[in-house]
């Protein structure tokens, strides 16, 4: 496996069992090779999750795009500035401060091109 020394956590190089004398394994590598499994479980859990997030960002986009359709074959905007600061004002109830980008980001993805 490549290692870079950008990353502080990358796993060692591939080791034979057969390599390892039971006298050189100390403890510490032994809780290191749990942490590592545990780690790269929870790394699967977050991609699953990011990969759901993703679908659930592009269903979003697409009802978007159907609603700014409705709206402006009927003379209307294509955006809604209150509906947008609904919107912002729910990430931030749910998510802190740190919704509003998020929410701004999701509405620009939702939006498209002019």
Partial sequence: ???TVS???A???DVNAADVNADDVNA???NAADVNAQVAKLREEIDEIDAELIS???RRI???KQIQAV???HGGPRRQHSRELKIVNAYVDGLGR???QLALTVLELSRGRA
């Fill in 28 to 30: 510490d590598d032994v």
């Fill in 7 to 9: 990353d502080p956590i």
């Fill in 62 to 64: 697409a009802v978007s």
């Fill in 1 to 3: 496996m490549n290692q």
């Fill in 71 to 73: 709206r402006m074959s």
């Fill in 11 to 13: 796993e060692p190089d």
């Fill in 56 to 58: 659930i960002v592009q």
């Fill in 98 to 100: 740190g919704g509003s």
